[in-house]
């Protein structure tokens, strides 16, 4: 069964900086897509970033140039690194794994199924 667990959220004010962490367990999927999600309340979910085996990345529109994403399998762990945080970024985070046989959201290509609890992350200006 596959797990995914977030670490690093937080509060900080327009302009600064963290750094997200995803724990993925019981996942062989070192040759298929991570990514990263969020969703402010009110509002779907929205895709932020994907990083694919070959450590190829995209990003969404609004995060592209100030957030990094970054995966290292052999601590089966994903990274965001996001800078100049904006009080827009206000959002749950989720992290994801691709499920290719079962998974319901796209993004860039890939196909997400499994899923984090979430970490906060609010940004004030």
């Known amino acids: 069964q596959v797990q995914l667990v977030e670490s690093g959220g937080g509060s900080v004010q327009a302009g600064g900086s963290l750094r997200l962490s995803c724990v993925v367990s019981g996942y062989s999927g070192g040759d298929s897509c991570l990514g990263w999600f969020r969703q402010s309340p009110g509002k779907e979910r929205e895709g932020v970033a994907v990083i694919y085996s070959d450590r190829s990345t995209l990003y969404a529109d609004s995060v592209r140039g100030r957030f990094t994403i970054s995966r290292d399998n052999a601590k089966n762990t994903q990274y965001l690194q996001m800078n100049s945080l904006k009080p827009e970024d206000t959002a749950m985070y989720y992290c994801?794994?691709?499920?290719?046989?079962?998974?319901?959201?796209?993004?860039?290509?890939?196909?997400?199924?499994?899923w984090g609890q979430g970490t906060q992350v609010t940004v004030s200006s």
């Open positions: 994801a794994a691709e499920e290719p046989q079962h998974g319901v959201t796209w993004l860039f290509g890939c196909r997400f199924g499994d």
